[in-house]
């Protein structure tokens, strides 16, 4: 800030202006030892928005802000250029495809300084290495990584990322919506998913294939054909099979895939529903058009091929008067089972909580009133 307050006082000593000294308080106050204010924050508080400035000092001043910044801009710019000059220049001059960079436009190149090394891309590069850190993903979950230097594996600062969006956006390319959004999050990862995660997840369910192995992919159809094993008549797949029937399977369904992950990943349920029914219909078409030697499929239950069950004639039970007879606190009911009849024990009510056994006390009373340790000192003879 100190910088700034001396090309200002050069700039109105040079057009022969004075700078209001309520802004020279202010300034000298509140700014001097900040080193988080900006240059346009200064302005919009300090000069624009200075209650303590009449018109003409608010249009003096705006003036001299101008021409300042102007200054300031030109300094830094010759200093970053001889910076620049001492920088290690990259051997490489060809794009990640080796073709020369000299047969592109200079409006699709671009030039990135990291690490005190100069390194030349070409910007359609960049792109693609940029959506493909977006969405990467793990079993189908967002992890989104940062873009890295192809050359030393290590990511760009943030400042580059600022750099290289502008330059895609005034190369004449088409700026993909991931990186857009990335861009309105300030390169935050974390507030990227979190604001953004169902774009996220259309781009990883488009991209699952491309990024996916041959494993990958052969579970991926294994779990389908199961899925919908009912509506393919017991279509399915067998666990253990060899390398080359996996490729053969990926051939064969691969097409399906697309529909069958947005049909199961997807944030939009009306596309879930949607891509669900084609799935199905697709996949019964496509079984029942082709011979697929490697499928199995599960036999078919034929209900119709059962007999009827026999009909039930079985003799109704015998009808008998039940009669009871209390003795002994005990009730005695008949019952019936088949054709024999038997008789059982019920205990009553007031029988209910009695023991059914007693066991003898211990030790067992004794009838005579016997005192072995007692004394007969005071009896009289």
């Known amino acids: 800030m100190t910088d700034f ?54 249009n003096t001043m705006t003036k001299i802000y101008i021409k300042s910044k102007n200054l300031k801009n030109i300094l830094k710019k010759y200093i970053y250029l001889k910076k620049a000059k001492k920088y290690n220049k990259s051997d490489v001059q060809h794009d990640l495809y080796f073709t020369p960079l000299e047969k592109y436009p200079r409006k699709q190149l671009i030039e990135i300084i990291e690490n005190k090394t100069i390194y030349n891309f070409r910007i359609s590069n960049l792109i693609n290495m940029w959506m493909d850190a977006l969405s990467k993903q793990e079993n189908m979950f967002a992890n989104p990584i940062k873009l890295k230097n192809p050359y030393t594996n290590l990511p760009f600062s943030k400042h580059n990322l600022y750099n290289i969006f502008f ?37 990883i369910i488009k991209n699952y294939i491309a990024q996916s192995s041959t494993h990958e992919l052969y579970e991926s159809i294994h779990n389908m054909l199961h899925k919908y094993k009912n ?7 067998p666990d253990y099979v060899t390398y080359g029937r996996k490729k053969k399977v990926i051939k064969d369904f691969i097409k399906f895939l697309p529909s069958y992950l947005i049909s199961e990943y997807s944030c939009n349920p009306l596309k879930k ?36 069950p026999p009909p039930f004639d079985a003799p109704e039970p015998p009808t008998i008067e039940i009669q009871n007879t209390t003795r002994n606190n005990t009730t005695s009911l008949l019952t019936v089972t088949g054709n024999s009849i038997s008789r ?36 009289s003879r």
């Open 167 to 203: 330059s895609i956006k005034y190369s004449g390319f088409y700026i993909p919506d991931l990186i857009h959004y990335f861009f309105v999050s300030n390169f935050d990862l974390d507030r990227f998913v979190f604001n953004h995660y169902p774009i996220v997840k259309e781009y």
């Open 5 to 58: 307050i001396n090309i200002i006082k050069f700039i109105s000593e040079k057009y022969n202006t004075i700078i209001p000294t309520s802004f020279l308080v202010f300034f000298t106050k509140y700014c001097l030892g900040s080193t988080t204010l900006t240059d346009n924050y200064i302005f919009k508080f300090y000069i624009n928005n200075n209650a303590l400035f009449d018109e003409n000092e608010q």
């Open 231 to 237: 509506d393919l008549d017991g279509v399915y797949l």
């Open 273 to 308: 529903r949607i891509m669900n029914d084609k799935i199905k219909t697709d996949l019964k078409k496509f079984i029942n058009d082709n011979e697929i030697y490697y499928l199995r499929r599960e036999p078919v239950l034929n209900l119709d091929s059962f007999p009827p």
């Open 344 to 379: 059982l024990q019920i205990l009553t009510e007031t029988q209910a909580f009695n023991p059914l056994s007693e066991l003898p006390r211990t030790p067992p009373p004794q009838t005579r009133n016997i005192r072995p340790y007692s004394l007969n000192l005071f009896n």
